[in-house]
């Protein structure tokens, strides 16, 4: 069994993914509406990540024994500048996100719970990832400035991510 306090833990993890998967779904319509194809790719094959993350986590909580307790999700912006502010905007969510994984696994140290420790080793890992690649993008768009042949470039870039 999992314990009270790591169980809504999860739940509020649960939340802040799914709050992430409809971030980057609006960003990518966003950026389709501007059309930025490639960028639109991206983010929209972030946000199935981001939906992965969320099962994950749900799987685990049901794994243990845990009740799924889903909440409310508030609404994304659906504004969001250039792109180089997309960016910053995706680096910082990362960031918030990355210090959301860090309480939790807090918590699992807290509650003693060994096992999800481990589970939560691939969180920590993959948000190292998730700011490294946010961070790749925004350098470049950094360097491209206002320079639109450059956007053009990394845009044909970005479509070729695949889920
Ligand atoms: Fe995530
Ligand atoms: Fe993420």
Avoid at 86 to 103: D, Q, R
């Amino acid at each position: 069994m999992i314990s009270a306090k790591l169980q809504k833990a999860i739940n509020n993890q649960i939340q802040a993914e799914m709050y992430s998967a409809n971030l980057y779904l609006s960003m990518s319509g966003y950026c389709m509406s501007q059309n930025l194809k490639g960028f639109s790719n991206w983010l929209r094959v972030q946000y199935q990540e981001e939906t992965e993350h969320a099962l994950k986590l749900l799987d685990y909580l049901l794994e243990r024994g845990g009740e799924v307790e889903l909440q409310a999700i508030e609404a994304p912006p659906t504004e969001f500048g250039k792109p180089v502010e997309v960016f910053e905007k995706v680096l910082a969510h990362e960031e918030h996100v990355t210090s959301l994984i860090n309480k939790l696994y807090e918590v699992a140290v807290e509650e003693k719970d060994v096992a999800a420790q481990i589970f939560l080793q691939w969180f920590v890992t993959e948000q190292v990832e998730e700011e490294a690649s946010a961070g790749d993008i925004l350098a470049q768009l950094r360097m491209i400035g206002d320079k639109t042949g450059g956007i053009f470039f990394l845009d044909k870039e970005l479509a070729a991510r695949k889920a």
